[in-house]
């Protein structure tokens, strides 16, 4: 859940569509096609700086295995269309696209197919599901709020950013339902179940890099959050804007001044909720959906060049932070960095109430180098949901895909990882896996050029999972613990 800048003239834009009378700008239902086979993974290279697997090669631990992989289609498969960030609802992963999303059968994980594509533009259209209904990140000033809007410059105060409401009642045809407009933009979003089952929120994070963008004025040290009434979709609307940075937040030097929030996960049944705010780490109470409030903060000004995302683990007593040093965009693993930087910090979470506090235990980094043409770094990952274990698989883009655990908080070990060859031998060329998450069974990997990956992983440390209807990663759903 990048966007490759650490500011908002972007780099990565979504080319323009032709105007289209429809608001959903291109619905295309695909006929079912057979996913590719992987080629039979190589020998690991020697781990040295600036060497690494051949062009599109793959290697893997003996218990991980590549399944699957559904390359882009048209219109997705243009250097403009940037695979994002997936969510999960019975046998389908809707997978983000900085040009609209995708709908994927995954009914069976070895041979998953397309359902629909929607043409959509505007980065990073991160994505979450409930019930009938999708919801959409737009993170890049559009001309307006349709599916046929154009690019827009983001010093001119009448483009538009937020949140898209689609109704998916029919998987082959998602249907435009409704637009929120949010201050700064929807860079992500996270969504939190009400007290009710009528009503979700929607936790909006985004952040202001400079004084040149006229609707995102710094500090911007708040997030906006979305009421959306599941079964009346269209009244949806920004109920609150709750400043989580009173003091204006850590003010910055070598690292990212905090100027509002990266990404929040939530974890409603225990009514808590961590930030990664670009210099900050927080600990948030959400019992009160509409007012959560900061019970903890942490900095590493030593180590963390951009606080980027949050996971808990299942008994609400640990969270893992993400370092996205580099933006996304650049080769950090490499033995020129430092172990310490562009990884994971793990956090317990100690005390009680208000008097929780966060405490440092360890940095977690993908023990393989990697070519200095691959962009690698820690990204989105998800708890493998094993009662008794600590177990997360992680995306590191074209570090690719690490399964490790972190039971023992000060001593986190991988078992697992695959990982797909550079996309160029010759120069630095951004790919590899933006998300990684397990749902009931694989794990699923977007892989911001290649595609949909489906991985299984064979180990006995992975037995007994718990399964989901529902799975969106930053809504963690608990567990039983044996």
Same mark, same amino acid.
């Given at each position: 859940m990048i966007g490759f800048r650490t500011s908002r003239s972007r780099p990565f834009r979504?080319?323009?569509? $032709?105007? &289209? $009378?429809?608001?959903? &700008?291109?619905?295309?239902?695909?006929? *079912?096609?057979?996913?590719?086979e992987s080629p039979d993974p190589v020998a690991a290279p020697a781990a040295a700086p600036g060497i690494g697997l051949p062009v599109d090669a793959i290697a893997s631990s003996p218990n991980v295995r590549q399944i699957a992989n559904l390359p882009p289609r048209a219109p997705f498969d243009t250097s403009s269309s940037l695979g994002t960030d997936m969510a999960f609802q019975g046998h389908y992963a809707f997978v983000g696209n900085y040009n609209g999303f995708v709908i994927y059968d995954i009914a069976r994980p070895s041979a998953p197919s397309i359902v629909s594509q929607v043409l959509? *533009? #505007?980065?990073?259209? /991160?994505? %979450?599901?409930?019930?009938?209904?999708?919801?959409?990140?737009?993170?890049? @000033?559009? %001309?307006?709020?349709?599916? &046929?809007?154009?690019?827009?410059?983001?010093?001119?105060?009448?483009?538009?950013?937020?949140? =898209?409401?689609? /109704?998916?009642? /029919? =998987?082959? &045809? *998602?249907?435009?339902? =409704?637009?929120?407009?949010?201050?700064?933009?929807?860079?992500?979003?996270?969504?939190?179940p009400g007290r009710d089952s009528g009503t979700v929120y929607l936790y909006v994070s985004s952040y202001s890099p400079s004084a040149d963008f006229p609707d995102c004025q710094p500090p911007h040290d708040s997030? %906006?959050?979305?009421?959306?009434?599941?079964g009346a979709p269209t009244q949806a609307a920004v109920v609150a804007t709750p400043n989580l940075f009173p003091d204006g937040g850590y003010k910055g030097s070598s690292t990212s001044a905090t100027t509002g929030c990266h990404d929040i996960t939530a974890y409603p049944e225990r009514n808590l909720a961590a930030g990664a705010c670009m210099g900050d780490g927080i600990l948030m109470d959400i019992a009160n959906r509409e007012a959560p409030r900061v019970i903890d903060r942490v900095r590493d000004t030593k180590n963390f060049a951009f606080w980027h995302s949050a996971t808990f683990n299942n008994t609400g007593t640990k969270v893992v932070f993400t370092d996205e040093l580099g933006g996304g965009g650049a080769a950090t693993c490499l033995k020129t960095i430092d172990r310490d930087k562009g990884a994971d910090a793990v956090y317990d979470i100690t005390g009680s109430g208000d008097n929780r506090s966060l405490v440092f235990r360890s940095y977690y980094k993908i023990p393989r180098l990697n070519a200095d043409t691959e962009n690698c770094v820690a990204h989105n990952g998800s708890l493998?949901?094993? !009662?008794?274990?600590?177990?997360?698989?992680?995306?590191?883009?074209?570090?690719?895909? @690490?399964?490790? /655990?972190?039971?023992? %908080? $000060?001593?986190?070990?991988?078992?697992?990882?695959?990982?797909?060859? !550079?996309?160029?031998?010759?120069?630095?060329?951004?790919?590899?896996?933006? @998300?990684?998450?397990?749902?009931? #069974?694989?794990?699923?990997? @977007?892989?911001?050029? =290649?595609?949909?990956?489906?991985?299984?992983i064979n180990d006995p440390r992975t037995d007994n999972q718990t399964r989901f209807q529902e799975l969106n990663v930053q809504t963690q759903p608990g567990y039983e613990s044996r």
């Open positions: 979504t080319v323009s569509l $032709a105007a &289209a $009378a429809l608001l959903v &700008a291109g619905v295309a239902t695909a006929q *079912p096609s057979s996913a590719q959509c *533009p #505007g980065s990073q259209n /991160d994505v %979450s599901v409930h019930g009938n209904l999708l919801f959409l990140s737009t993170d890049s @000033s559009r %001309s307006d709020d349709s599916c &046929a809007s154009t690019s827009q410059s983001a010093t001119v105060k009448a483009s538009w950013e937020g949140i =898209k409401i689609f /109704d998916i009642t /029919d =998987k082959t &045809a *998602p249907r435009y339902v =409704k637009s929120v407009e949010t201050d700064c933009g929807s860079h992500t979003h996270t969504l939190v997030i %906006s959050i979305v009421r959306v009434p599941m493998l949901p094993v !009662p008794g274990r600590d177990i997360m698989v992680q995306a590191w883009y074209q570090g690719g895909v @690490s399964v490790w /655990d972190f039971t023992d %908080s $000060a001593h986190p070990t991988e078992i697992g990882w695959w990982e797909r060859g !550079p996309l160029s031998a010759t120069q630095l060329q951004v790919g590899g896996s933006w @998300s990684a998450y397990y749902y009931n #069974g694989h794990i699923y990997s @977007s892989d911001i050029r =290649k595609g949909l990956d489906v991985l299984e």
